[in-house]
């Protein structure tokens, strides 16, 4: 018999040994730790991935009725926001507002620029805008950059058509878009996957079959957690349904300012207990939002909060969440809804959207047998040309750990960088390995 080491067995490390020491994360776990002792021993709620309006409406009311709830903001937290970014669902008449349309013109210079980028005989991966420059294009998408960061927080970029271009070539050209954008590109998951391919797995096993079946339902609100800017190019699109919406987390603050500021009380603590799912440490803690350097930024994902059963359920023995965080991670998710703006989407949209002021979902779609499954390819981005949000410090670790960190000298905790253009398939079933469930 093979006796299998200790370290075979151990979880796999959550951070390398690089960040643990530049970011101090024993001394703070040692501090968790307590923090935990005192918390555990408190009832968790009842809270699952499906909102439940019901079980949200009780629970409110039940908080509200027990009294005791703080009545202004935190500490030098605004009672209200104001800018660009706070917004509704009638603040853009036209789509137009947020569409840009590629011209002719456009096109021609892409193919130039694919010809200039192809004449360094590089992988795709490898383009930034120096390698792919658009002389009449790219000060447009600095501007829409600008309106990324700056302005209302989300952009359309619409024209391009998926069909007219190898996939090596395709993927080159929404890359050298987005490197107008922000041009750091971040790791995805452990395995150190570039793209995500947001589709369903497309074989016809049970398993399958039960996970495409909840994967196409409605998602609730939520961020990628670490990343400024989220991009999604649009490689096909459902046959009904499946429209990605978004919302402004700055006007969700608003509404609980004036109605509920207790819950931005609990949204700001730093105790929410996010799963690593197996890893070392098996989870970690910090606030879902902040108020820092004049900015709301919001950041969460609800699966590592909550889980999504039945196939990335809770990992057993860590913290559930309480009453009041149940209540406030569904507030977010109904007032977003009330607000939220639903964007008509094309084949070849590439969507830009800051990841730190807006919120966004997923409505349920149909693929009909026969046809193309929809189809997004995900790629997060960051702009580390003074654009990026200043971060407090516990997204700077989670900034690290996804655009700094090459585990370059530990070894086992070493990962890579993998570009699949296309989806990875079961050589066999075709089954599509590795979708685009997680936010990490």
């Given at each position: 018999?093979t006796m299998l080491?200790d370290a075979?067995t151990?979880?796999a490390?959550y951070?390398?040994q690089?960040?643990?020491a530049?970011f101090?994360i024993?001394r703070v776990?040692l501090?968790q730790?307590?923090?935990?002792?005192?918390l555990?021993?408190g009832?968790?709620?009842?809270i699952e991935y499906?909102?439940?309006?019901?079980?949200y409406r009780?629970?409110s009311t039940a908080r509200?009725?027990?009294?005791?709830?703080?009545t202004?903001?935190p500490?030098g937290?605004?009672?209200?926001?104001?800018?660009?970014?706070?917004w509704?669902s009638?603040?853009?008449p036209?789509?137009d507002?947020?569409?840009?349309h590629?011209?002719?013109?456009?096109?021609?210079e892409?193919?130039?620029a694919?010809?200039?980028?192809k004449?360094?005989n590089?992988?795709s991966?490898?383009?930034?805008?120096y390698?792919?420059p658009?002389?009449d294009l790219?000060?447009i998408l600095?501007?829409?950059?600008?309106?990324?960061y700056l302005?209302k927080?989300?952009?359309?970029?619409r024209?391009l058509?998926?069909?007219?271009y190898?996939?090596?070539?395709l993927?080159?050209?929404?890359?050298?878009?987005s490197?107008y954008v922000a041009?750091?590109?971040g790791?995805?998951?452990?395995?150190g996957?570039?793209?995500?391919h947001?589709?369903?797995r497309?074989?016809?096993s049970?398993e399958s079959?039960?996970?495409?079946?909840i994967?196409?339902?409605?998602?609730?609100f939520h961020?990628?957690t670490?990343t400024d800017t989220?991009?999604?190019?649009t490689?096909?699109?459902?046959?009904s349904?499946?429209r990605s919406t978004?919302a402004?987390?700055w006007?969700v603050?608003?509404?609980?300012?004036?109605?509920r500021?207790?819950?931005?009380?609990?949204?700001?603590?730093?105790?929410?207990?996010f799963d690593?799912?197996?890893?070392d440490?098996?989870?970690?803690r910090?606030?879902l939002?902040?108020?820092?350097d004049?900015r709301l930024i919001t950041?969460?994902?609800?699966?590592?909060?909550v889980?999504?059963?039945?196939?990335?359920p809770?990992?057993k023995a860590i913290p559930?969440?309480?009453?009041?965080q149940?209540e406030?991670l569904?507030?977010?998710?109904?007032i977003?809804?009330?607000?939220?703006?639903?964007p008509?989407?094309?084949?070849g949209?590439?969507?830009?959207v800051n990841?730190?002021g807006l919120l966004?979902?997923?409505?349920?779609?149909?693929?009909?047998?026969?046809?193309?499954?929809?189809?997004?390819?995900?790629?997060?981005?960051n702009?580390?040309e003074g654009m990026?949000?200043?971060l407090?410090?516990p997204l700077?670790?989670a900034?690290?750990r996804?655009f700094d960190?090459d585990?370059e000298?530990?070894?086992?905790?070493k990962?890579?960088?993998y570009?699949?253009?296309?989806?990875?398939?079961?050589p066999v079933?075709?089954?599509?390995?590795?979708t685009g469930?997680s936010?990490d």
């Amino acid at each position: 018999m093979t006796m299998l080491s200790d370290a075979a067995t151990a979880p796999a490390p959550y951070y390398s040994q690089g960040l643990r020491a530049r970011f101090n994360i024993d001394r703070v776990r040692l501090e968790q730790a307590d923090v935990d002792a005192r918390l555990n021993g408190g009832k968790c709620a009842d809270i699952e991935y499906e909102v439940d309006e019901a079980k949200y409406r009780a629970r409110s009311t039940a908080r509200v009725k027990a009294g005791g709830l703080p009545t202004s903001v935190p500490d030098g937290w605004p009672t209200k926001l104001s800018g660009p970014l706070v917004w509704t669902s009638n603040s853009f008449p036209s789509e137009d507002e947020y569409v840009y349309h590629l011209t002719p013109s456009d096109k021609t210079e892409i193919l130039a620029a694919l010809a200039f980028f192809k004449s360094h005989n590089l992988d795709s991966q490898k383009v930034t805008k120096y390698l792919f420059p658009l002389p009449d294009l790219g000060p447009i998408l600095s501007g829409i950059c600008n309106d990324i960061y700056l302005g209302k927080g989300f952009h359309i970029v619409r024209g391009l058509d998926p069909d007219d271009y190898p996939l090596a070539d395709l993927t080159a050209i929404y890359l050298g878009l987005s490197s107008y954008v922000a041009s750091r590109r971040g790791r995805q998951d452990q395995r150190g996957s570039m793209l995500i391919h947001v589709m369903q797995r497309g074989d016809q096993s049970a398993e399958s079959t039960l996970h495409d079946s909840i994967y196409s339902s409605d998602k609730p609100f939520h961020t990628d957690t670490v990343t400024d800017t989220l991009c999604l190019f649009t490689q096909e699109l459902a046959s009904s349904g499946g429209r990605s919406t978004f919302a402004s987390a700055w006007t969700v603050y608003n509404e609980l300012a004036a109605t509920r500021p207790d819950l931005i009380h609990t949204l700001g603590s730093p105790d929410w207990p996010f799963d690593t799912y197996g890893r070392d440490p098996p989870f970690y803690r910090r606030a879902l939002m902040y108020f820092h350097d004049h900015r709301l930024i919001t950041s969460f994902s609800r699966r590592l909060l909550v889980g999504h059963a039945p196939f990335t359920p809770r990992s057993k023995a860590i913290p559930g969440l309480t009453e009041a965080q149940a209540e406030a991670l569904d507030a977010v998710h109904f007032i977003a809804k009330k607000h939220e703006i639903k964007p008509r989407m094309e084949r070849g949209d590439i969507r830009f959207v800051n990841n730190l002021g807006l919120l966004h979902r997923r409505e349920a779609f149909e693929n009909v047998q026969g046809s193309k499954p929809r189809h997004l390819v995900r790629i997060w981005l960051n702009n580390d040309e003074g654009m990026c949000w200043n971060l407090p410090r516990p997204l700077r670790l989670a900034w690290a750990r996804v655009f700094d960190d090459d585990f370059e000298e530990e070894g086992s905790d070493k990962r890579g960088r993998y570009w699949d253009y296309a989806p990875l398939r079961h050589p066999v079933t075709g089954r599509v390995l590795n979708t685009g469930g997680s936010c990490d």
